[in-house]
């Protein structure tokens, strides 16, 4: 008998009876996350609903051998939670409990399935809100979050997920169940867990930091005739001593697949938009308020809405957040890329990206937190004509070369996952990837945490070898040890 099928009798008797799915139709919900592009069908996919029981199943994983994957909700953009057909896919959809809210030390602690959305939800009335907002934060789990280090829209002036939790319990990679604290002296071992991507063991109780709602919120949307022109609003903006809650620029093209999706009435003939959102003490944001308005315009903005009710903020929003899917109103198929640059070089990119579209043929939408330089081109394709598709996916490449020549980095948080564990050595030497490993192999010696995500060829630990080059310096230094 092959070993998952031993591995999944042994499952069935630590799980509820309904928490094991073996049937092939409904395994192949299973089979990819939002990057649809790559799929496999999970050996088996399981269900618990506790983290001893989730101890319990990695255990088992252990012992036969079998490598096992976590899943939230399934948006992440990178194959994170691409399943393996050899493994296990453990889904935290049934841990969705809001354990305690503390508002006196302004922290709630949830089950790791629980959304992004659903903290801030449970605490609004009280004048709370959970502060990282991805734009999939209605359906994305705060597991995934973790896993991620998501970040959001109003990251730039309130940092992202790694700011925001306070302590985590977490399933080792062998099976015990620990807590991650940022007080614990030493090493910051939270730290290194969060964005992690679920190689290093699986969240099962989060902590998070609640933030006080502030007192004002402003959002305007400026118009421009040309992406350089918001460039220039942008840099004014920062230059002035200025940290909105918000910056975002969408160009001509992504402004168009938004208008086809969501008719969110943008000004006509807008060649880029900036959304930018001030929030705070009223004072400070009314005082903020006049310096913006007057640097957008200074850069060229033809038109400023600002909203003047809750309604005409989500409206100028919903076009921002619906973005990624609207451009499906435009291409038959397209590619959401995640880079980031220093934002004094977004002009350069975003040039450089212009020059791609013309060599390959592709057009490119742009879409990005501008303040913090992370861009998300939408690179569109018709994957029904020859060979467009492998054109869109070196295009895609390209700009990620762009964004490391411009000293940025190859993901601003959508993470690595099994889509960009190619490019890691565009990024990081031998030696980087390997001592990164075995900060890897010292929570997971046998290498069954998500393999094969991230590092872009499975070394050190028990994972099969890929061509290695003698051993690691740090080994042969006695100052590590390869398990
Ligand atoms: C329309 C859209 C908009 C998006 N916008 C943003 C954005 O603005 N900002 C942003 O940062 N991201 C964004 N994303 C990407 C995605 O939503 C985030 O990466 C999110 O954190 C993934 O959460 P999830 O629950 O869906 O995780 P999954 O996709 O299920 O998993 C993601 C990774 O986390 C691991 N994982 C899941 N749960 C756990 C756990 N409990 N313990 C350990 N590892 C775990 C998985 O193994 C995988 O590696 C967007 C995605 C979509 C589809």
Redesign the pocket.
Same mark, same amino acid.
């Given at each position: 008998m092959p070993e998952l099928e031993r591995l999944t009798e042994r499952l069935a008797a630590v799980l509820p009876p309904d928490a094991v799915i073996t049937d092939p139709v409904r395994l192949r919900t299973y089979e990819c996350?939002?990057l649809t592009h790559h799929r496999a069908t999970p050996g088996v996919v399981v269900l618990p609903g506790t983290a001893e029981q989730i101890a319990a199943v990695v255990r088992l994983c252990g012992e036969h051998g079998v490598p096992f994957?976590?899943?939230?909700?399934?948006?992440?953009?990178s194959g994170? !939670?691409l399943p393996r057909t050899d493994g296990v896919l453990i889904v935290?959809s049934r841990m969705r409990r809001i354990v305690e809210i503390d508002i006196p030390n302004r922290r709630a602690v949830v089950e790791?399935g629980v959304t992004n959305l659903a903290i801030t939800e449970a605490v609004r009335d009280q004048g709370y809100y959970y502060a990282p907002d991805?734009?999939?934060q209605q359906v994305?789990?705060i597991?995934?979050?973790? !896993?991620?280090n998501?970040?959001?829209a109003h990251c730039l002036k309130y940092g992202f997920t790694v700011n925001h939790v306070l302590a985590a319990e977490i399933v080792t990679p062998d099976g015990e169940i620990v807590e991650l604290s940022a007080d614990d002296p030493g090493y910051d071992l939270l730290g290194a867990f969060i964005g992690s991507?679920?190689t290093l063991g699986? %969240?099962t109780r989060i902590t998070v930091r609640l933030s006080r709602a502030p007192e004002a919120v402003t959002t305007l949307l400026a118009a421009f005739t040309g992406i350089e022109a918001g460039g220039r609003a942008v840099s004014s903006v920062i230059a002035a001593g200025v940290v909105p809650a918000a910056i975002e620029m969408m160009d001509a093209l992504a402004i168009e697949a938004a208008e086809a999706a969501v008719h969110c009435r943008y000004p006509a003939g807008a060649g880029a938009v900036l959304v930018v959102e001030l929030d705070g003490p009223r004072a400070e944001v009314e005082h903020q308020f006049a310096a913006v308005e007057r640097l957008c315009r200074d850069s060229g903005a033809f038109e400023i809405r600002v909203a003047a009710s809750a309604e005409e903020r989500a409206a100028i929003w919903k076009g921002r957040k619906s973005a990624? %899917?609207a451009v499906g109103r435009i291409s038959p198929a397209y590619i959401v890329q995640d880079g980031v640059v220093p934002r004094t070089a977004l002009p350069r990119v975003l040039a450089g990206i212009d020059r791609l579209q013309e060599e390959y043929g592709i057009r490119v939408a742009n879409v990005f937190h501008a303040g913090d330089g992370n861009l998300h081109p939408l690179v569109l394709f018709d994957d029904t004509v020859p060979g467009e598709a492998e054109r869109a996916e070196a295009v895609s490449g390209r700009i990620l070369d762009l964004c490391v020549e411009h000293g940025g980095s190859i993901t601003g948080?959508?993470?690595v996952?099994v889509d960009k564990a190619r490019y890691m050595p565009r990024m990081f030497t031998e030696d980087d990837l390997d001592t990164m490993q075995l900060l890897r192999c010292a929570f997971d010696p046998e290498g069954l945490a998500?393999p094969g995500?991230v590092f872009p060829t499975p070394r050190l630990c028990g994972e099969a070898p890929g061509v290695r080059r003698g051993a690691h310096p740090l080994v042969e230094a006695g100052l590590a040890e390869q398990f």
């Open positions: 996350d939002g994957v976590a899943r939230g909700s399934g948006t992440g953009l994170g !939670a935290t790791p991805p734009s999939s994305c789990s597991g995934g979050n973790v !896993a991620e998501s970040g959001g991507e679920g699986i %969240a990624f %899917a948080e959508h993470g996952g998500n995500k």
